[in-house]
């Protein structure tokens, strides 16, 4: 079974930089993996930031950015925001009878 | 783009089924996938499986084959899946979420609820 790996949590302080991971059990994520990144606050629905490694949607900030950083795909935050604390989750893409699969989720602190 | 809106919260006893809907405001037949997601109490997103609602295409996850069934009625641009012998390990918010196609996904429905309770 594939699993996919993220930071179980971060911390970081108002107006730093962050780098959060996803890594595949399976090695290297590549841009095939298409890689998704979704932004959840507590109580709230999921909203997707990035799709496919490095492209925004139109209500994604500008301080967040998708990258694939070594054999892992990242999401970094610049600037980072109070508002921006939050549950991060990425998604890869795997061909086969599973094709989706979320990572475990980073949980980010601002403080 | 599209937005999805579901129906409401469920309570279920353990071995029943459930259905839960999502409709699209746009027109869902164009290209786009519908894939199902749900969020147990305190846990993480597991992805259940996709439907191509031009077609009626179906992708059910491993873990949720023989057990769940994603359909689609095109007249009214809403999506089912349905959930049978559930168990109290089936609580969770339910979510629909469409993708463009290519990986992009885009758009959550607002979630339900489903609840599973002797």
């Known amino acids: 079974q594939t699993v996919v790996t993220q930071e179980p949590s971060l911390t970081v302080s108002p107006g730093g930089t962050v780098t959060l991971t996803c890594a595949s059990s399976?090695?290297?994520?590549?841009?095939?993996?298409?890689p998704n990144w979704f932004q959840q606050k507590p109580g709230q629905t999921p909203r997707t930031l990035i799709y496919?490694?490095?492209n925004k949607h139109s209500w994604t900030p500008a301080r967040f950015s998708g990258s694939l950083l070594g054999d892992k795909a990242a999401l970094t935050l610049s600037g980072v925001q109070p508002e921006d604390e939050a549950d991060y989750y990425c998604?890869?893409?795997?061909?086969?009878?599973?094709?989706?699969?979320f990572g475990g989720g980073t949980k980010l602190t601002v403080l | 783009q599209v937005q999805l809106v579901q129906s409401g919260a469920e309570m279920k006893k353990p071995g029943a089924s459930v259905k839960v809907s999502c409709k699209a405001s746009?027109?869902?037949?164009?290209?786009?996938?519908i894939h199902w997601v749900r969020q147990a109490p305190g846990q993480g997103l597991e992805w259940m499986g996709w439907?191509?609602?031009?077609?009626?295409?179906?992708g059910p996850a491993q873990n949720f084959q023989g057990r769940i069934t994603m359909t689609r009625d095109t007249s009214v641009d809403t999506v089912y899946v349905e959930m049978s012998m559930l168990t109290s390990d089936d609580t969770a918010i339910y979510y629909c979420?469409?993708?463009?196609?290519?990986?992009?996904?885009?758009?959550w429905g607002q979630g339900t609820l489903v609840t599973v309770s002797s």
């Open positions: 979420v469409s993708e463009k196609g290519g990986g992009q996904w885009l758009m």
């Open positions: 746009g027109y869902i037949s164009y290209g786009y996938y």
């Open positions: 439907i191509y609602p031009n077609n009626g295409d179906t």
């Open positions: 399976t090695g290297a994520v590549t841009s095939g993996h298409y």
């Open positions: 496919n490694t490095n």
């Open positions: 998604l890869l893409y795997y061909a086969g009878a599973q094709p989706w699969v």
